[in-house]
């Protein structure tokens, strides 16, 4: 198989469910509070699954709900197989997942593997001594003879990544907030006792994992300095490019070789449970030459990166990535995010600000009809930009340590607007979040009563897209086309369509260099160009698809 051809036939019978499919980010503590804590929980997800369901997506993908201090809002684990209280229970997990799959939605749930937080078992025992049973589960080291750090890693949340223990006289290893030390992954029963935590969740029935930073593993045993990065590339994936973390290459503390073997641990276990699967989260120097290499073979299912999430938004910028990723990914799948819940909301990062149901029908669409999976995030459906907060209401320590040149990542994880009245509907508390006024207009029960809502045409598109198999499974070829067009046809079988988005504020046309005959598709109700000939004209934020004859 290659990077831009795909082994499945017209017919698909035998296709994984989660290839060409749309999983539907679930961010627990936004999403409703049904006991009024003013935090959302498991039970609220149940109650919002016919909504769910009715986008058209695939599965839900849910963000940690493990038993946790919230250092880190769930991803700092205590106890990776028990539900935390302030979620609900276990008995409200297995629930969920009976009613998530009568409705036919697959459960994908959130895996933190590489760190746990400061109060899991395992630490509490690991920095009593350097002679206990769980004495090497953690990475530890000495102080150099001044008594500094054992070399120069960063945290991604600020300053050093190494943080003194007094009770055992060293340092240990914490690639984000000191309260989430980093396990020894390079110990023997470390890994065998996380794939056992895995285990755990398969046997309750759960369709797969998404693995937060799994590139972050294991770390050099050499304890090497990473070498400094210059000025001209400090470019940040998934953190700001002001953070000394840029200042660097992480060449030595993340994205290991001995990662590889374990990715192959993983699938073993993985493949004893037929129909789940993984999907990987990747951030490393060369985040698409990581996902070829962790998706090859029996490795992950899935990988992203972060490629999509950043500030580039041009039409060259995308043909340019997606290409790159083709031609590095000879034989693994793809999986595409352009939101999430680490960073600013797609319509604010790429509609400068301010974004419209337009824009928003248009960014699902596009990133939809890309080859491979899609992440959508919660709230993409409805048109939300990202929530100004002022300083005082922020939640997030990575904020709080950046402000005010970084917000952090508290404006896109406010909560789902549903309904009018005193906090949208998503609580009858305070919420842990403020509503922005701008999203109270945003509300779910107000777009469902107007067919012309970001809501709505999110839906349609959704469900159109259900029978389209050449946009699900289908290869991609991009079409040259100048600024602001993006163009590329996809290919399955004897079907070809057609793919064109204007992802300008203003209208253009253009001369479409594909050869046979076009005829439009407008089983979704978006696209908005009009054919003269191989001219198509696209108003704003125009889409275009057509049956290539």
């Known amino acids: 198989m290659t990077g831009c051809l795909t082994p499945w ?28 804590d003013g935090v959302g929980d498991l039970p609220g997800i149940i109650e919002r699954l016919d909504y ?28 990776p197989c028990d539900v935390d209280p302030l979620f609900g229970t276990l008995d409200d997990f297995d629930r969920l997942l009976r009613e998530a799959h009568a409705r036919g939605l697959k459960v994908m749930i959130d895996q933190v593997l590489s760190h746990t937080s400061d109060e899991h078992a395992w630490f509490r025992e ?8 769980k004495a090497d589960w953690y990475v530890w080291a000495d102080a ?82 990473n070498p400094p990065k210059p000025k001209a590339e400090r470019t940040g994936r998934g953190f700001s490019a002001d953070n000394p973390y840029a200042f660097q290459y992480h060449w030595y503390n993340n994205t290991q070789p001995e990662n590889l073997a374990f990715l192959e641990d993983l699938r073993a276990l993985m493949d004893r449970y037929p129909g ?40 060259a910028y995308i043909r340019d990535t997606v290409r790159a990723q083709e031609a590095k990914m000879s034989e693994g799948w793809p999986c595409w995010a352009i939101s999430n819940h680490d960073v600013e909301r797609v319509l604010s990062r790429w509609g400068n600000g301010h974004g419209s149901a337009a824009m928003a029908n248009q960014l699902t669409a596009l990133v939809c009809s890309l080859r491979g999976s899609v992440c959508v995030y919660q709230g993409e459906e409805l048109g939300l930009t990202e929530a100004e907060l ?18 952090g990542r508290d404006g896109c994880r406010t909560p789902m607007p549903w309904s009018e009245g005193d906090h949208a509907g998503f609580s009858s508390a305070t919420p842990w979040l403020p509503v922005p006024p701008e999203h109270r207009v945003l509300d779910v029960a107000r777009q469902q009563l107007d067919p012309a809502s970001a809501l709505n045409g999110y839906r349609r598109f959704m469900h159109w897209r259900r ?29 070809r369509v057609l793919v064109a988005f ?48």
Not at 479 to 494: H, N, S, Y
């Open 126 to 133: 690991s920095r009593q001594s350097r002679d206990n049973a």
């Open 276 to 315: 789940s699967a993984t999907l990987g989260e990747i951030s490393s120097e060369d985040s698409l030459a990581t996902m070829a290499e962790y998706t090859s073979g029996r490795r992950l299912h899935m990988g992203y990166s972060f490629e999509l999430l950043t500030d580039d938004f041009s039409a």
């Open 390 to 407: 002022p300083y005082e209401a922020l939640r997030d320590p990575y904020g709080i340590a950046f402000w005010p040149e970084f917000k």
């Open 52 to 79: 769910v369901a009715g986008l058209g997506v695939d599965a839900i993908w849910i963000a940690p709900f493990f038993r946790s201090p919230m250092a880190d809002f769930g991803y700092d684990i205590a106890d």
């Open 9 to 36: 036939g017209p017919a698909m019978t035998d296709t994984p469910w989660w290839r060409g499919a749309v999983i539907y980010q679930i961010y627990p503590r936004s999403f409703l509070d049904t006991d009024g």
């Open 502 to 549: 204007n992802l300008s504020a203003g209208a253009v046309e253009c001369v479409l260099p594909v050869a046979g005959t076009l005829l439009p598709l407008d089983g979704h109700g978006l696209v908005t160009g009009a054919l003269d000939g191989a001219t198509l004209r696209l108003p704003a934020h125009g889409s275009f698809y057509a049956r290539v004859g």
């Open 144 to 225: 150099k003879e001044d008594g500094t750090p054992p070399n120069n890693w960063l945290s991604i949340f600020g300053g050093s990544a190494w943080q003194w223990e007094p009770r055992r006289g060293q340092y240990y290893l914490h690639n984000f907030l000191a309260a989430q030390p980093d396990l020894n992954f390079h110990h023997p029963e470390v890994r065998a006792a996380v794939l056992d935590n895995l285990r755990f969740w398969l046997e309750r029935g759960v369709d797969g994992f998404r693995l937060d930073s799994i590139n972050f593993c294991f770390h050099d045993a050499a304890l090497r300095d």
């Open 467 to 495: 029978a389209q198999p050449a946009l699900r499974l289908g290869s991609i070829r991009f079409l040259d086309t100048a600024e602001p067009v993006l163009a590329f046809v996809r290919e399955l079988g004897e079907e």
